[in-house]
């Protein structure tokens, strides 16, 4: 019998990878991480019952793009630029294939 694999989408392994990432590489520290990651669960969970996939690594999202932002790592117009090319990316890209920003 195979595992159930540990993510349920593959942009939540890529996003938890880059989080682990920044973290190796001394962009922020994990306790930091962890705090506020614990208080966007907490808001978001007032919010809906929270189900552990997309909702989930959404609030992962919305943490860590605050926490670059906030500690200078990254500029909120470079998030936003870099979230509009990823929908445009989408928006063209046919079912099935896989999503890439053009250069």
């Known amino acids: 019998m195979r595992p159930e694999p540990a ?7 890529q996003l938890f990878a880059l989080t682990v990432h920044l973290n190796e590489t001394g962009v922020f520290a994990w306790p930091d991480w962890a705090t506020r990651f614990g208080a966007t669960l907490k808001r978001r969970g007032l919010e809906k019952d929270l189900n552990g996939g997309d909702d989930y690594f959404e609030a992962w ?11 200078g790592a990254t ?4 998030l936003a630029e870099m979230r509009a090319a990823w929908k445009a990316a989408y928006l063209r890209t046919p079912h099935g294939q896989p999503v890439t920003i053009k250069a």
């Open 75 to 78: 500029e909120a117009a470079a």
């Open 7 to 13: 993510f349920e989408a593959p942009w939540h392994a």
């Open 61 to 71: 999202l919305e943490t860590l793009e605050a926490l670059l932002t906030e500690t």
